[in-house]
Nanobody, 114 residues
């Protein structure tokens, strides 16, 4: 069983930056897929970014503004969010896919004000 704990959310103005962190309770394996999802009020959860075997992929809406990374030595994944927009507001969840299992964090709120 893996536990994921996110942090780094908060209130920021339009155009600002935040860095989210996701700490895993154990080692992050090279084969693990680490991802960040978000859910805005009244909307479904959507994939924001994914990092797998050294390759990062992003939703079109965040390309060029967000960067996903991982530090396996610290058992931590990150999401650097720059040039934030009001439409980026939502609860951000860390996800780990390991073999056939999905692990989720509890989420961290990001609110971007105009």
């Amino acid at each position: 069983q893996v536990q994921l704990v996110e942090s780094g959310g908060g209130l920021v103005q339009d155009g600002g930056s935040l860095r989210l962190s996701c700490v895993a309770s154990g080692r992050i394996l090279s084969s693990d897929v680490m991802g960040w999802y978000r859910q805005a009020p009244g909307k479904e959860r959507e994939l924001v970014a994914r990092h797998q075997m050294g390759v990062a992929r992003y939703a079109e809406s965040v390309k060029g503004r967000f960067t996903i990374s991982r530090d396996q030595g610290k058992n931590t994944a990150y999401l650097q969010m720059n040039s934030l927009k009001t439409e980026d507001t939502g609860v951000y969840y860390c996800n780990m896919k390991r073999y056939n299992y999905d692990y989720w964090g509890q989420g961290t709120q990001v609110t971007v004000s105009s």
